[in-house]
């Protein structure tokens, strides 16, 4: 079975919720899955005044740690329609794991948040994507499918390119049942392409 990292960047605690459910799906196909986080490069004072969630669970990654799964699902908040800065420094490091070729034919995915529906979602895994491209990734999203995505009667996260989530401008809206199930069904698809290929 393939051996699955969850990778994060979360400053209020939305996309490690949006982490764990990716882990969950991952994990219904018998992968292997660990979550770990990036490091916080903003000043704790600062992300402390800004009420970041500081008290995450998930170990702190290492670049060098990527090479060692068969499978990387790759989600941070938007930041103006874009990554955020702290996954951008994270994967900027990874020139020598780039130029070795070590996560070419790798299987990887993204997902997201924004503070609203018109917040950058789709551009914002695009430029997930992009960096997992240059990686040499093979890319799996959020297909249709996955019909929680398809209606218009309740606000809802999710994109054929990756799970997203809306958390509002404040950040009081939390994730909701279909944007986590989402997140599942993008894991467990993720996970079960990983299993074809590396089996």
């Known amino acids: 079975m393939a051996k699955v990292l969850v990778l994060y960047y979360s400053s209020y605690g939305h996309i490690e919720k949006m982490a764990e459910a990716v882990a969950e799906g991952a994990r219904r196909t018998g992968a292997t899955v660990d979550i770990k986080r990036v490091p916080e490069t903003v000043p704790e004072e600062i992300a402390r005044n800004a009420h970041f969630k500081l008290d995450q669970a998930a170990p702190i990654a290492q670049v060098a740690d990527l090479e060692q799964y068969d499978?990387?699902?790759?989600?941070?908040?938007?930041?103006?329609?874009?990554?955020?800065?702290?996954?951008?420094?994270?994967?900027?490091?990874?020139?020598?794991?780039?130029?070795?070729?070590?996560?070419?034919?790798?299987?990887?995915?993204?997902?997201?948040?924004?503070?609203?529906?018109?917040?950058?979602?789709?551009?914002?895994?695009?430029?997930?994507?992009?960096?997992?491209?240059?990686?040499?990734?093979?890319?799996?999203?959020?297909?249709?499918?996955?019909?929680?995505?398809?209606?218009?009667?309740?606000?809802?996260?999710?994109?054929?390119?990756?799970?997203?989530?809306?958390?509002?401008?404040?950040?009081?809206?939390?994730?909701?049942?279909?944007?986590?199930?989402?997140?599942?069904?993008q894991g467990e698809l993720i996970a079960k392409t990983a299993n074809k290929l590396f089996d």
Do not use: C
């Open 71 to 185: 499978a990387i699902v790759v989600g941070t908040g938007t930041r103006f329609g874009r990554i955020s800065s702290q996954m951008a420094a994270f994967l900027d490091q990874a020139g020598g794991l780039w130029a070795r070729g070590a996560l070419n034919g790798k299987v990887g995915g993204a997902f997201t948040s924004t503070a609203s529906q018109h917040g950058g979602q789709e551009t914002t895994l695009f430029s997930i994507i992009t960096n997992l491209l240059h990686f040499g990734m093979t890319i799996v999203g959020l297909p249709y499918s996955f019909q929680g995505q398809m209606g218009v009667k309740e606000v809802v996260g999710g994109a054929p390119y990756g799970a997203t989530t809306l958390a509002d401008s404040d950040g009081s809206r939390q994730p909701s049942e279909t944007e986590l199930e989402g997140a599942r069904f």
